[in-house]
């Protein structure tokens, strides 16, 4: 569309160049100032268009740039949001760490309670068989006590 305003325009000047050289017969004369105005009809119909055209692509920008707008707005409150989740997050990996040492520190207790109940179940199966033992020693000296 605009090459064609384009061609017109210089096809307009040209047309006005030879007219101005002096081609003085009536009749031509009309028939240039015709082919002039039919010339210049066309263009003022491509510049009206041109400029349907432009007032079209400068609304399209405006509503591209208020979307951008909002979008940017959108974008920096979800940077926001996710600077909040990141924080939550480390918050949440350094609790389970100290979580996890004590838990580590738990397993050791554990550890340590289940080998002194061992001991102390392994103690109390030799008291047991010493109290066994000398039960029966009693028995038996009871046993001889009476004869």
């Known amino acids: 569309m605009a090459i064609k305003t384009l061609l017109l325009v210089v096809i ?25 105005y039919d010339t210049l009809c066309e263009v003022y ?8 055209e432009i007032d079209d692509i400068k609304k399209y920008m405006d509503k591209l740039e208020q979307k951008t707008c909002r979008q940017n707005s959108t974008l920096t409150s ?3 949001e996710v600077n909040e989740v990141k924080k939550n997050q ?7 760490k100290v979580q996890t040492t004590v838990l580590q520190g738990i397993i050791v207790n ?3 309670i289940k080998e002194e109940n061992t001991k ?5 199966d030799k008291q047991t068989g ?4 000398l039960y029966q020693l009693v028995l038996n000296i009871v046993i001889c006590l009476k004869k």
């Open 90 to 96: 480390t918050k949440t990996v350094n609790l389970l």
């Open 130 to 133: 010493s109290i066994q033992y």
């Open 12 to 36: 307009l000047a040209a047309d006005v160049i030879n007219f101005s050289k002096g081609n003085k017969d009536p009749c031509n004369c009309q028939k240039e100032l015709d082919g002039i």
């Open 45 to 52: 119909e491509d510049v009206t268009e041109l400029n349907c």
């Open 78 to 80: 979800l940077k926001v």
């Open 120 to 124: 102390i179940h392994n103690h109390v």
């Open 110 to 112: 554990l550890k340590k």
